[in-house]
């Protein structure tokens, strides 16, 4: 069943249509793959993508901490 309101009391079809926006736009910008083709992935895809540079970025900011530490 889907909500009506989010847990902050909004309404809950913009709150859901802006996060799958965001998602595109996310996927897009990092894989540089046009919003189009990506509106064409299935939900679970989506997903694993973003999870991935999700992971992806967290090795990133892991390296540039260490790299940070060894300077000083």
Known sequence: MVPQLT????????AR???????????SKY?????????QMSPLEKDYIISF????????QKQLEQL???KH
């Open 31 to 39: 894989t540089h793959t046009s919003y189009l083709d990506v509106l």
């Open 68 to 70: 940070s530490q060894n």
């Open 7 to 14: 847990s902050d009391g909004k309404p809950y079809g913009p």
């Open 53 to 60: 540079i999700q992971d992806e970025q967290k090795r990133e």
């Open 17 to 27: 249509y802006k996060r799958l926006v965001e998602e595109c736009y996310f996927i």
